[in-house]
């Protein structure tokens, strides 16, 4: 799979503070990409770097196999930033229109991308509102077809779900698949790890503007297992001990299970079956997004008070 986005060995520092601490990591095209990190871990500044509102102190940007210059790439580039950036007084027609001939599209061109886009997401009768009078949602809707328009090759998307309903959060959630599906790549950056989990194949933690985890959202889970399933009955029996496992919670015809060294699911499975039980359901039990986050955040903070402890 071909490389879009590269970023090596990336600073960028404010005075004292390292806002990104050299970051390095690669976005594959036609990807769903998940920029992650707590608030001040250094995700905005990446993302100003990406897009070139600021420079980088060191490093390197590559973008489509050459360096990345602000000025001729703008266009291959949309991004969503979580601060609204519409003009208020300003009608939606006519500001779309004007969004899009500002990425290069002629005004033809643009009336065309307008209609298409404000017909997809059951905005038509928005056309002569002003901004200053759409909810946060109906504002977050107008920013998305402002952002994608153009068709970029690379869409930067910041909390783009924010003052969204579930209904209309479902509608941006298809096009964003529909535009990964057509070869767009998406960098997604949100707070929200169950929409994580749901839509990014592949995830990069940053805390303390420091890398600390990359990998896809799969390999990530299976690497912070705790070897524990769930298994339910038809009916309650009455559960042996067994050396493959320690019991964690009974619950009627329910248990947790966590398998011990040495052995494997299925050793649960077999015991299950020789006490001729009827099995429901068995499923092993995988940490959530939230879960690595909250544990790896946590323990990079406390590593660090540590070290400022011992070096005060």
Known sequence: MQTILELKNLKKHYDTQKAVDDISFSINEGSIFGLLGPNGAGKTTLLRMITGIFYPDSGNIILDGSPFNPVED???IGYMPEERGLYKKMKIGEQALYLAQLKGLSKHDAMQKVKHWFSRLEMESWWNKKVEDLSKGMSQKLQFVTTVLHEP???ILDEPFSG??????NLIKDEIYNLSKRGCTIIFSTHRMEQVEEICDHIVLVNLGKKILDGTVYDVKQQFKEHK???ALEEAIQLAGHPAFEVLEAKDKEWTLKINEGYKGNDILRHFIDQQASIVSYQEILPSLNDIFIQLVEGTHATARAFQSTNA
């Open 153 to 155: 090759r690379l869409i």
């Open 164 to 169: 969204l309903d579930p209904v209309n959060a």
């Open 74 to 76: 703008v266009a291959k």
């Open 229 to 231: 399933f769930h298994i």
